[in-house]
C-alpha cells in the first residue's frame, strides 16, 4: 500500500492551498480517508476526514469552515482544500487510510500513513 501526499508549499496568511494524496495497494474506496497534521513540538492531530461515500466530511474544529476534504473513489486519490490559511495550520500533513469507520479521528488507529507534505503558513 502506497499513499502518496503532495501540493504543500509556502504561503501568505489568508492564501489558500490543496493538497493531494493518491492511493495505490488497497481498494480505495472502502476506506475512510484522512488528513491528519503534525506540527514542530506538537503531537500528530486530526484535520479532517471523509467516509467511503464521499458525501460525508468531518472536521477539527480548528479548520472547520475553512478546509474541504473531498475524494475520487475513481482515480483513487483525496483532496485537502485549505482556505483562509493562518500561521497556526503549518505543520507537516499526512493523508492516512483507516479500514471501518469506528475512530476515524484517532491518530494510533489508521491503517496506512503517506509519507508527508509540508505547510508553511508566513504572517
Known amino acids: 500500500v502506497q499513499l502518496q501526499a503532495y501540493g504543500g508549499g509556502l504561503v501568505q496568511a489568508g492564501g489558500s492551498l490543496r493538497l493531494s494524496c493518491a492511493a495505490s495497494?488497497?481498494?480505495?474506496?472502502?476506506?475512510?480517508m484522512g488528513w491528519f497534521r503534525q506540527a514542530p513540538g506538537k503531537e500528530r492531530e486530526f484535520v479532517a476526514a471523509?467516509?467511503?461515500?464521499?458525501?460525508?466530511?468531518n472536521y477539527a474544529d480548528s479548520v472547520k469552515g475553512r478546509f474541504t476534504v473531498s475524494r475520487d473513489n475513481v482515480n483513487n486519490t483525496v483532496y485537502l482544500q485549505m482556505n483562509s490559511l493562518k500561521p497556526e495550520d503549518t505543520a507537516v500533513y499526512y493523508c492516512?487510510?483507516?479500514?471501518?469507520?469506528?475512530?476515524?479521528?484517532?491518530?494510533?488507529?489508521?491503517?496506512?500513513w503517506g509519507q508527508g507534505t509540508q505547510v508553511t503558513v508566513s504572517s
Open positions: 492516512a487510510a483507516k479500514a471501518g469507520s469506528y475512530d476515524y479521528t484517532g491518530v494510533e488507529k489508521q491503517d496506512y
Open positions: 495497494g488497497l481498494t480505495f474506496s472502502t476506506y475512510v
Open positions: 471523509i467516509m467511503w461515500s464521499g458525501r460525508t466530511g
